[in-house]
């Protein structure tokens, strides 16, 4: 028991260690590809050490829901991520499944969302009711992919879902359906665009205007963790590895970071070379996710 | 009198919603003595009456054994409730409202009535135990057609669309105490018919049964909650957000119907039982949503959100109660609300699993319509609440609004410490309720593959899943306070300065974002639903001068419009017509009487 521990804390600890890194990835290569040099994909680590060590200006309007939102998002970030098998599949059972995963993200989302409208700017309010009227278009499409996954695994359970599987036609069309479901999650173009701070367009960043220092750290933190774990459950739908082992943790480890390294490449050439949608024509582009859906479906339903 | 005997019933059903019916009241109890401070003191004798009547008529219906009892109970819980709402009757919304509930419950109770006399041909009395019997004996046809009718009646009194009118105008207009027990409670009585006359009486034996109320109930939530999104109005917001968790619930009913047709017993009785857990939680966040609500209203006078805000810091422990119960209804962990729903999508996932095929896609498209509602409700609450209580007050009443007295924070922290109670002891729950819904399927669940100990929740159809919320609760309020200690530890003293306002002037509430505008993406998106239209009014003093700008915004009530006032003007048309016949000359009256003579004399001859 107490090896296993050990490791899982270990996987813990790399993938989080790891989550910012991404986000640096995607950034550098967004810039190389759009011929600049870009900033150096440890970026995100000045960052937050930076914003970590500054002082907080709180707005005179907030209450204690605008203090504790961070504190909420993280807890539901962190828990999610320890769901997610890197070199091991994490033994916890009771900490739920793929569905429970749904509700516990929706847990920090809900925080978010009040802690935006408590500054009483408009800014806020507008973030956090696009972000809201997203998430719930992409929820029937996720609601799909979880079903075609659990009809091809006979589980909703992550640690069924975390191992080897063949890859049928079903888990090829659930992934394409999870990755705009990602886009839409994660606040990617061309659903929103973490680089622009216009009225127009913002939405997760309209929801953190207010928030500085330590918050605003923790609230990006959350972003990238929340970030990795969309990444690895793509991956592992369409490149899945076998039940990772303990003596071989550098291996899978490198599988794990190379899994996540091509969905993070798919990312960065999607945002530079789509442009940001209406907000009302994300609601086309989840509605094809939910087509997809229903295919992964049909193709999980009848074995293929 | 044979036909009356044996009068009551204490099976294990009955005595669940006995205890949903308790749990409710009570607090509700203790909150009406706050609530009705201020009330001439004949009123409240009048209200604590009709309370009394209201409780126990309910506890009736869900105990009698006997079918004209129950719509004796019925009738009687349909009257006091239509009392009630009219209880402010210096309204005149309250009279509007009154009328359109007891005209649509009327509705209801005739089509409950048909059932029952079909029922009675076959089994010659009004016994449930001769109605079981006469159950099996009817033909097909005559079975469908009491399900139909016990499906309209029911549906009627639980507000499944598109019989779902009177609610929006019925449980808000209510006083506050009696909002929280009509949706809370009462509408859950329609529920509880259903199953003891579809499912314990009559069998659900045929698969288009539980398919219809799962398309239904699917209906009823996405409309339910859509409207509800559009609302603001708080009363009605949470009474159009019970339509959408009565939908819920029947999915579980429903669902379980269905499996049950299909020879899946357990999974019937795992449908069923979440069904009957997301039951005793909605009637217990919806209670404290209510009362939450009714704070607000005796507080600021005004149940308008668009003139409410800011109300945190004035209401602090109201405040904290409706997140709760809005946390609840958004079905966030580990609050009884998330597990609830966790179950009876995992029904939907197991049911999938086992069926494959189509009836597989059909399960798939009803839990993609549910996951949908379920994300839209939580975005409904984050209005809700963060438009009432957050920010900046919009209006004078808001600012002067004081905390309400503390009986009325006893009744709501009660059900606030329900709320968390029943997340956390869902093992237990599941336990009991798994009782509940095998002896309302008679299906014998000893080697039933669920491990329901204390703790964990595993429905190990599907393998290795499994939830334990006390475990989860846990984990989250430990990495919460990591967290919290991450944002607080030796952190420099946060200053407090003003809302960024782009550096033009400083914001105050006009700037704040309306409850229409949360709601205008919605409104959009859906607009092939909810047909929004637009006034808007240039007052000008000349053409080139305009003084003010008049804008309103509406939603196309559609089941009103095409369905409901086309039916009452058919009505009112025909009640005219037979007007005519009544011109009140008695020679005329004489003359119908003697040609129903000669008419009845002819049919007596000729047969």
């Given at each position: 028991m107490k090896p296993s521990v050990l490791l899982m804390t270990g996987q813990w600890i790399f993938f989080l260690a790891a989550a910012p890194f991404v986000s640096g990835l995607i950034a550098w290569m967004k810039n190389r590809l759009r011929m600049r040099r870009g900033q150096s994909v440890f970026q995100p680590y000045h960052n937050l050490a930076k914003l970590f060590s500054k002082r907080e200006v709180f707005s005179e309007t907030t209450s204690w829901i605008f203090c504790f939102a961070p504190a909420a998002v993280m807890a539901s970030a962190l828990s999610v991520s320890l769901l997610v098998p890197v070199f091991m599949a994490p033994e916890l059972p009771g900490l739920g499944d793929f569905l429970a995963l749904i509700f516990i993200f929706a847990l920090g989302r809900f925080f978010l969302a009040l802690a935006a409208l408590d500054s009483g700017s408009a800014f806020g309010g507008m973030g956090s009711s696009r972000e809201m009227f997203i998430s719930s278009l992409a929820e029937p499409a996720l609601c799909l992919v979880v079903f075609s996954v659990a009809v091809s695994f006979s589980s909703t359970s992550l640690a069924a879902f975390s191992g080897l599987h063949p890859v049928g036609v079903s888990s090829v069309v659930a992934s394409a359906a999870l990755f705009l479901v990602m886009l839409a999650e994660t606040s990617r173009v061309p659903v929103d665009n973490q680089e622009t701070h216009l009225e127009l367009t913002m939405v997760h960043e309209a929801m953190v205007l207010e928030y500085s220092g330590r918050s605003l750290a923790v609230l990006e933190m959350s972003s990238h963790i929340k970030q990795m774990v969309w990444f690895f459950l793509i991956a592992q739908l369409i490149f899945p590895i076998g039940a990772p082992f303990a003596d071989g943790f550098l291996m899978w480890s490198a599988w794990f970071v190379a899994r996540v390294l091509v969905i993070a490449a798919a990312v960065a050439i999607l945002e530079v070379s789509v442009a940001k949608m209406r907000l009302f024509r994300v609601g086309d582009l989840l509605g094809f996710a939910f087509v997809l859906g229903v295919i992964a479906l049909v193709c999980a339903l009848k074995g293929v | 009198m044979g036909f009356l005997h044996p009068l009551f019933l204490l099976d294990p059903l009955s005595l669940f919603f006995l205890f949903v019916i308790a749990v409710i009241s009570l607090p509700v109890c203790v909150y009406s003595l706050g609530y009705l401070q201020g009330t001439p003191s004949r009123k409240t004798l009048l209200f604590w009456a009709l309370l009394a009547a209201f409780i126990a008529s309910m506890a009736f219906v869900v105990t009698v054994s006997n079918a004209f009892f129950f719509l004796v109970a019925w009738e009687i819980m349909s009257l006091v409730s239509f009392f009630l709402v009219v209880f402010d009757s210096e309204h005149e919304k309250s009279v509007k409202a009154g009328i359109i509930y007891a005209v649509m419950t009327h509705i209801g109770t005739a089509f409950l009535v048909a059932a029952?006399?079909?029922?009675?041909?076959?089994?010659?009395?009004?016994?449930?135990?001769?109605?079981?019997?006469?159950?099996?004996?009817?033909?097909?046809?005559?079975?469908?057609?009491?399900?139909?009718?016990?499906?309209?009646?029911?549906?009627?009194?639980?507000?499944?669309?598109?019989?779902?009118?009177?609610?929006?105008?019925?449980?808000?207009?209510?006083?506050?105490?009696?909002?929280?027990?009509?949706?809370?409670?009462?509408?859950?009585?329609?529920?509880?018919?259903?199953?003891?006359?579809?499912?314990?009486?009559?069998?659900?034996?045929?698969?288009?049964?539980?398919?219809?109320?799962?398309?239904?109930?699917?209906?009823?939530?996405?409309?339910?909650?859509?409207?509800?999104?559009?609302?603001?109005?708080?009363?009605?917001?949470?009474?159009?957000?019970?339509?959408?968790?009565?939908?819920?619930?029947?999915?579980?009913?429903?669902?379980?119907?269905?499996?049950?047709?299909?020879?899946?017993?357990?999974?019937?009785?795992?449908?069923?039982?979440?069904?009957?857990?997301?039951?005793?939680?909605?009637?217990?966040?919806?209670?404290?949503?209510?009362?939450?609500?009714?704070?607000?209203?005796?507080?600021?006078?005004?149940?308008?959100?668009?003139?409410?805000?800011?109300?945190?810091?004035?209401?602090?422990?109201?405040?904290?109660?409706?997140?709760?119960?809005?946390?609840?209804?958004?079905?966030?962990?580990?609050?009884?609300?998330?597990?609830?729903?966790?179950?009876?999508?995992?029904?939907?996932?197991?049911?999938?699993?086992?069926?494959?095929?189509?009836?597989?896609?059909?399960?798939?498209?009803?839990?993609?319509?549910?996951?949908?509602?379920?994300?839209?409700?939580?975005?409904?609450?984050?209005?809700?609440?963060?438009?009432?209580?957050?920010?900046?007050?919009?209006?004078?009443?808001?600012?002067?609004?004081?905390?309400?007295?503390?009986?009325?924070?006893?009744?709501?922290?009660?059900?606030?410490?329900?709320?968390?109670?029943?997340?956390?002891?869902?093992?237990?729950?599941?336990?009991?309720?798994?009782?509940?819904?095998?002896?309302?399927?008679?299906?014998?669940?000893?080697?039933?593959?669920?491990s329901l100990n204390a703790v964990t929740l595993a429905p190990s159809l599907a393998r290795g899943v499994s939830l334990s919320v006390p475990f989860l609760a846990g984990t989250l309020s430990v990495l919460g306070l990591g967290a919290w200690a991450l944002l607080r530890l030796k952190a420099k003293r946060p200053v407090r300065y003003r809302t960024w306002d782009c550096g033009y002037y400083k914001l105050d509430s006009r700037n704040e974002y309306t409850a229409k505008a949360f709601s205008k993406p919605f409104r959009v998106a859906f607009s092939f639903f909810l047909r929004p239209y637009r006034r808007t009014q240039k007052i000008r003093e000349s053409f080139y001068h305009v003084t003010s700008f008049a804008y309103e915004t509406q939603t196309t009530p559609v089941f009103n419009k095409y369905f409901y006032q086309p039916l009452l003007g058919l009505v009112l048309r025909s009640a005219k017509f037979m007007r005519r016949m009544q011109p009140g000359s008695i020679h005329l009256y004489l003359g119908y009487i003697f040609v129903t003579v000669l008419v009845l004399i002819l049919f007596l001859k000729a047969f």
């Open positions: - | 029952f006399l079909i029922f009675y041909r076959y089994a010659g009395s009004f016994d449930f135990q001769d109605f079981r019997q006469a159950g099996l004996l009817m033909p097909s046809s005559d079975r469908n057609a009491v399900f139909l009718l016990l499906l309209a009646g029911f549906g009627t009194k639980a507000g499944i669309v598109p019989l779902h009118v009177w609610l929006p105008y019925a449980h808000p207009q209510a006083p506050s105490p009696i909002s929280s027990l009509m949706s809370g409670v009462m509408i859950k009585t329609a529920v509880y018919g259903l199953i003891r006359f579809v499912i314990f009486i009559l069998g659900a034996q045929v698969s288009w049964w539980g398919g219809l109320v799962v398309v239904l109930a699917g209906i009823s939530c996405l409309v339910g909650v859509l409207y509800a999104l559009m609302e603001h109005d708080i009363k009605r917001l949470l009474a159009f957000c019970s339509v959408e968790n009565i939908g819920i619930i029947l999915m579980g009913v429903g669902l379980s119907m269905f499996f049950f047709s299909l020879q899946m017993p357990f999974l019937a009785v795992f449908a069923l039982l979440a069904g009957l857990y997301h039951l005793v939680n909605h009637a217990i966040f919806k209670g404290l949503l209510f009362m939450a609500a009714g704070s607000v209203y005796k507080a600021t006078g005004t149940r308008d959100m668009e003139k409410l805000g800011g109300l945190i810091k004035k209401m602090p422990q109201t405040a904290a109660y409706f997140l709760v119960g809005a946390m609840a209804i958004s079905a966030l962990p580990p609050l009884c609300g998330f597990v609830s729903e966790w179950l009876t999508l995992q029904a939907f996932v197991m049911g999938s699993i086992q069926l494959r095929g189509g009836a597989g896609l059909f399960l798939g498209i009803c839990a993609a319509a549910f996951a949908l509602a379920g994300s839209l409700a939580a975005a409904c609450f984050v209005k809700a609440f963060g438009v009432t209580f957050l920010a900046l007050p919009r209006s004078r009443h808001a600012e002067c609004a004081g905390e309400v007295p503390l009986s009325m924070r006893m009744g709501m922290g009660f059900l606030a410490f329900l709320t968390v109670a029943f997340g956390l002891a869902s093992g237990f729950i599941v336990k009991v309720l798994s009782g509940v819904s095998s002896q309302a399927l008679r299906v014998d669940i000893s080697g039933m593959r669920f």
